[in-house]
Nanobody, 130 residues
């Protein structure tokens, strides 16, 4: 079974930066929406950023202007560049893939959400201290 695998998590001080990577073998063939999600202790998993097969992107409001999602199809790798990190960004970060809309990330009335994603990584911890 093909698995997604995140790396790059760690501990940083507020205002710092991190880059998360996710190995996504076979998920950059144009059939999948790819995304980053996070889950803080005691909270539900939430969307952070999505990228379509055509490289259109969506961001959750609290990360706009600070996070950038991108992918390198040749390297089968998904990235999340995070800057100006805040303590409230502390969470386990997951990458995921969805084939629900053939590479699109939009249903027609909303962007895809957690339940729409079939394939998940195991997560990587990001801790931001104040």
């Amino acid at each position: 079974q093909v698995r997604l695998m995140e790396s790059g998590g760690g501990s940083v001080q507020a205002g710092g930066s991190l880059v998360l990577s996710c190995s996504v073998p076979k998920f950059t063939d144009g059939r999948y929406c790819l995304g980053w999600f996070r889950q803080a202790p005691g909270k539900e998993r939430e969307d952070v950023a999505l990228i379509t097969r055509m490289d259109s992107t969506w961001y959750e409001d609290s990360v706009k202007g600070r996070f950038t999602i991108s992918k390198d199809n040749a390297k089968n790798t998904l990235y999340l560049q995070m800057s100006n990190l805040k303590p409230e960004d502390t969470a386990t970060y997951y990458c995921a893939a969805s084939a629900k809309y053939s590479g699109g990330c939009y249903t027609g009335w909303d962007w895809l959400r957690v339940p729409d994603f079939e394939y998940w990584g195991q997560g990587t911890q990001v801790t931001v201290s104040s």
